[in-house]
């Protein structure tokens, strides 16, 4: 079970290695690719693979193309868009009955609450990076609560 959620821990943050040399992840994201880094050697090298491959394709000069690209232009567009809508509408809606077809149904005529089983730690590396994302979600949260509390809006008095 815990190499599962190894397995998963290292391919969360392969992903954020390759996003990072793009500057793409989040604050809390970056932290935790960076925690993680500290402890994984595996993981620490194909972000440093990465991070080179992006240095090297970044330093070389642009190259010429040998014919010209053109876009195609759909002339229906409009249609397009119309079909894209009603399938994403009709998409939700069969996930929709999917998912209520799936839920249990009360027999007693009380409402349980169901949660989830989600990720649970099971050595102290998982229990350390957990304990770290969470208290760098408290860090952020009472930032974001900070900086709204001092916002004014309208004609109330600053």
Do not use: K
């Amino acid at each position: 079970m815990a190499s599962v959620q190894n397995r998963v821990l290292c391919e969360r943050a392969r992903s954020w290695a390759a996003l990072a040399p793009d500057h793409e992840l989040s604050e809390l994201e970056d932290r935790l690719l960076d925690s993680h880094l500290a402890r994984c050697a595996a993981c620490s090298d194909f972000a440093a693979q990465v991070a080179g491959v992006a240095d090297v394709l970044r330093s070389e000069p642009f190259q010429p193309l040998t014919y010209p690209i053109a876009v195609p232009s759909w002339r229906r567009r409009a249609v397009f868009a119309r079909v894209r809508t009603v399938t994403a509408a009709a998409a939700v809606a069969a996930m929709a009955i999917g998912i209520a077809a799936r839920a249990p149904l009360p027999s007693d005529g009380h409402h349980e609450t169901f949660r989830s089983p989600g990720f649970v730690p099971s050595g102290p590396e998982e229990r350390a990076e957990m304990d770290e994302m969470r208290d760098l979600r408290r860090t952020i949260l009472i930032a974001v609560d900070d900086s709204t509390a001092s916002r004014h809006f309208g004609d109330q008095p600053a």
